[in-house]
């Protein structure tokens, strides 16, 4: 058969099923993760990030592009972690 017969066929419902658990599966990842304000990357664990009184959250490359000084500074934890930012103890 030529390429273009093979791309005119229907395709078989388990290759359906399979690109719809597919972007099921990367929704849910995606689901959870927090995003910088400014660039829209997610920042990686053990990364710090800023937070601003308005919920926004920026990642430790676009601090510097803010004049004004965070609310608070947070370590970015791993995802098996219910929540990817969480508050960490003051160091002694």
């Known amino acids: 058969m030529a390429r273009s017969e093979l791309s005119a066929m229907p395709r078989p419902r388990a290759d359906l099923l399979e690109l719809q658990l ?6 849910a990842l995606t689901r959870d993760r927090h ?8 920042p990686l664990p053990g990364e710090r990030v800023h937070l601003y009184g308005d919920d926004a959250l920026v990642c430790a490359l676009c601090r510097p592009l803010r004049r004004r000084e965070p609310d608070s500074v947070e370590v ?3 995802t098996e ?12």
């Open 22 to 27: 597919l972007r099921k599966g990367l929704g």
């Open 35 to 42: 995003e910088c304000a400014d660039c829209g990357r997610n």
């Open 76 to 78: 970015v934890r791993h």
């Open 81 to 92: 972690h219910e929540r990817t930012v969480r508050r960490l103890p003051a160091a002694a």
